[in-house]
């Protein structure tokens, strides 16, 4: 039974190749979500064995790294790889205004494809959620080509291919839209509304639903006659200003995620950020910007899209929203204010395709109208800048993990971690307030273990409501007892332990590494593997053995990194979580002799012992 199973374990890293695939994600493909209690000692002996077929060479591809594997594969080492590959290349043909190629690399890509992905992989789930996910990214896809080749006038040739996908898909509205477009190209207009309205019946019958939005503004401009003329290609836009057609074109978007319905703890940033949106024009030319700043997990998101569903109405010309990938993955404004420009009416063949251009006719789009932006997961201020609309009365919501302090004219709003009594109620609202008043004392353990991070506390209630037969004590002894406490703070892809990585990563590029000041990221284990709680300047100087300026500094990058939190007076404190982060990376990067002599000399040093004694620096 093991050799099927190590073949859904291949083909899920191979699908999320050079992605971390979580321990839990692989056992839900496994065992199709009825993982038994052993899955996670079952998975590694899969992996084990995988490695040991493939052989050292490809074997030694499959990587440990929490909270799972990866596979480490270059993108022309897979049909899945080229594919993406020549669909990135693409969409910047795309934004140059090549059509011609965007539309070669897009057939490309579609040529790579043979029939139905993973049919033969012996799992329902990864059948049903990475095989769903192909069979979607293969039609955005093909709608893509699409797009390009009417925008080159090829209504005419592509009917055929239009119709067979039609057929295989009648309720993809995307794809019925493009279909009649070239229809009304080709002068089959009348095909093309009765196309609308056999499409309108079926998804009544089908789906109890009329046809969406982009369906029926198809169908109005057919009716209208509002369109290019058959042979006319993609027009240009001058100096960053709209076309005539751009210009009746604007769409109003609604992109904001869904938020959360109700937000504990957060009270007063809440009003503070309500009343910098609903306020009347502020001054100075931009739009007035927040920046909300914090740790990794602190509820940053979740603080910006609840208030900003609440002033939604206000912003009548639409809500726009983009993910900007933080550290670890970092999009090109360039690519977002393209989506943004597409989001707002402009044709993809008139987007300019650089960023200067683009962020001229944005704010040229904006001026004029009050939108509200929502940028979530900024990496710095310049990633930032050319996304601030053009409307004094327009606003900007950005998430951090830093201040952005040099971002001009913003207000920052800094979340700090949950008091005990909000940590209290989050955790009710999760698993109960019931549960809660039943076994006070240990409820008040568990947030505690938690740190008052509201990332840790969903998910130690999600992880409790699943297994409705432990009491709040037990899962207080857990957390307790554990000597690994991330371990136990993660469920699915969720974990904290991928919070904080973030934060020790950012360590490694900031600037002051290179100023000759110790390593904070050595610093940070070397409080892991002393236990330490609370920490100042003079403290770490002694256990670097350096100067206390340069310990302050060190002390100041670590809170920088959310990795210490700064308590007046030149105090600082490593939580729960910081600690135990702080020792496991100790565990993996220093020998075990070199933290044993750390601990020997600091006991020395507590005991008189001689300057000799100084405590052992670490790697």
Known sequence: MSAPRQRVVLALLLVNATRVVSIDRIAAAVWDGGSPPSAAATVRTYVMRLRQVLGAEAGGRIRTQAPGYLIELAEDETDLGRFIAHRGRAGAHVRAGELERASAEYAAALALWRGDPLVDIPSRTLRDVEGRYLHELRLRTLESRLDADLALGRHAEILPELWREVRESPLREALVSRLMLALFRAGRQSEALAQFQSTRAALIEQLGTEPG???????????????LPPAAGPRAVVAGRPSARTERRWHRPAQLPAGIPVLVGRAAEEAELT??????????????????????????????????????????????????????????????????????????????????????????????????????????????????????????????????????????????????????????????????????????????RCSGLPLAVRIVGARHLGRPHWNLERLARRLAGSPRLLDELRIGDLGVRGSLEVGYRGLREAAHLASGLPDPAAALRLLGVVGAEDVDAGLLAVLLDCAVEEAEAVLEALADAHLLHARGNGRYHLDHLSRAYARERAEVEDPPEQRERVLRALVERAEGAPASSAVPELA
């Open 213 to 227: 939005s982009e369906l029926r503004e198809m169908q109005r401009r057919i009716l209208a006659a509002d369109d």
């Open 275 to 448: 009343e910098r949106l609903t306020a009347e024009v502020l001054p100075g030319g931009a739009a007035a910007a927040t920046v909300i700043t914090g740790a990794g997990g602190i509820g940053k998101s979740a603080l910006a899209l609840h208030v900003a569903h609440a002033v939604r109405e206000r912003f009548g010309y639409g809500q726009l929203y983009a993910d900007l990938g933080g550290r670890d993955r970092p999009v090109e404004p360039v690519e977002v204010l393209g989506r943004f420009l597409v989001d707002l009416g402009v044709p993809e063949g008139e987007v300019p395709p650089t960023q200067e251009q683009a962020a001229l006719l944005y704010r040229s789009l904006t001026a004029d109208r009050r939108v509200l932006v929502v940028l979530d997961d900024a990496r710095n201020a310049a990633q930032v800048r050319p996304l601030v609309p053009g409307c004094r009365a327009s606003r900007l919501i950005v998430t951090s993990r830093d201040r952005l302090a040099d971002l001009d004219g913003a207000h920052t709003v800094t979340l700090a971690a949950l008091d005990e009594a909000a940590s209290l109620d989050l955790l009710g609202s999760i698993v109960g307030c019931q549960r809660v008043a039943a076994e006070p004392g240990a409820a008040r353990a568990v947030v505690r």
